[in-house]
Structure formats: C-alpha cells, structure tokens
C-alpha cells in the first residue's frame, strides 16, 4: 500500500551525517511546539518538545530550535542512523475555542548508507 | 506514557457505507483527538473529543458526517458516514496526558480506510 509521506519534501542524509529539518509555524500565539516521527503503517511518535519561552532545547542526539521573530521550528539528528528514516512532523499547539494541535507539511527523511 | 488501540486497522468499504473506528487507550485521559491523514499528506485535525461534552469539530468536518462517541476516559469512536472514495484516507486517534510540568500527545496506530 501507499505509504506515509511518499508526496512529501524529501531530505536524503548521508547515514552518519547531521539532519536539519525545518517547519514554518502560522500562528504566533502558539506557546508549545512538538517534533514528531512517523514510520511507515504507524502512528507519529513525539521525539521532543520546546516551549515558546525558551529557544533551544536539546534530547538525545536530537536538538529543537525556535526562533519565533520568524515562526520558523528545527529539528537537528546528530549521527544521523538509518533507524531515523521516517516522515518527521512539526506541530504547534493553539487555544481557539478548545486547545488543538496543528501539524505542519512534513519533511520524509532518507538516510543512505 | 500511554498505549492505544485502533480497531479496525484497515478495512476496504463500498460507497454509501459507515465504518466506525474504535480507540481504545490503556489509562484515562481528559482529552482525545482525531485526525485525518490522506496519502502523503500530514495530519488534519477532525475533532476534538472530551469525556462529558459535545465533540468539538474543525472546520470543513460536521457531526453528521463523522459522528463521535466518547462514553468514558479510556474510550472513543469516530464514524465515517455515507462513505465515498474521497473518504479513503488513514484514520488516527490520540490522547493528551499531563503532568504537572509536561504534555506529550500519543498517537494510534491508525485505520486505513479504502472507499471503492
């Protein structure tokens, strides 16, 4: 079957190489902001998250940027594996009526040995 | 952490039909998501589904095409309606947990729904 992200930007990484993978965010109410990967026939799985009053944060081998002058979220994979291959998306949450998550476009990444 | 459930994981529907999709999550949760995923495409939020209350629907997304249940903390249905092909797509539903510092939302492994 068709998979996920197969009409998606598509960013080819070589295996052990650093990934940078970027969203532009619509709202600047938005006070927290999540980095999601997507493997093929499962649901997004959260990787790391950032807060609107901070601008960098860092996990394992995994670092969020947030420059909210210009609405725009990074993810940065250190040591880029195979394993990541995946769609990665971005999401910003927002208070409209009820509280929701917004998901950006998405980006497929490829990792090639 | 939280573990979810979709029933069916996939299924193939005539036009004219209704499908609904089960999501089971392994602990209470406050509030509960659907989303629409079309192929190659990111999520679309349908509705958002809160224990005690009315669903609340975005835009473009109405009761009577995809009416939802949520009966208790641990449970929820969506159901597609009147199904046509436009309808094919992956069906996703997720949970918000919270502690006192932190809030992730967990996702289902979704439905694949395929309108002939």
């Known amino acids: 079957g068709e998979s996920v992200g197969l009409h998606l930007p598509t960013l080819s990484v070589q295996e052990g190489d650093n990934s940078i993978i970027n969203c532009a965010y619509s709202?600047?109410?938005?006070?927290?902001f999540i980095w999601y990967k997507q493997e093929s026939g499962k649901g997004p799985q959260f990787i790391i998250d950032i807060r609107s009053n901070m601008d960098k944060r860092q996990g394992q081998r995994v670092t969020v940027l947030l420059n909210k002058t210009v609405k725009h979220l990074s993810l940065q994979i250190a040591a880029t594996q195979p394993g990541d291959s995946a769609v990665y998306f971005c999401a910003e949450t927002v208070m409209s009526g009820t509280y929701k998550y917004i998901f950006g476009t998405g980006t497929r990444l490829k990792v090639l040995a | 952490s939280a573990v979810i459930s979709q029933k069916p994981s996939r299924d193939i529907c005539q036009r004219g039909t209704s499908l609904t999709i089960q999501c089971q999550v392994d602990?209470?949760?406050?509030?509960m998501f659907w989303y629409r995923q079309q192929p190659g495409q990111s999520l679309t939020l349908i509705a958002t589904a809160n224990q005690g209350s009315e669903a609340t629907y975005e835009s473009g997304f109405v009761i009577d095409k995809f009416p939802i249940s949520r009966p208790n903390l641990t449970f929820s249905t969506l159901t597609v309606s009147n199904m046509s092909p436009e309808d094919s797509s992956i069906y996703l539903c997720?949970?918000?947990?919270?502690?006192?510092?932190?809030?992730?939302?967990?996702f289902g492994p979704g439905t694949r729904l395929t309108v002939t």
């Open positions: 602990s209470q949760v406050t509030m």
């Open positions: 997720s949970v918000e947990k919270r502690d006192r510092l932190n809030y992730e939302q967990y």
């Open positions: 709202n600047s109410a938005s006070d927290y």
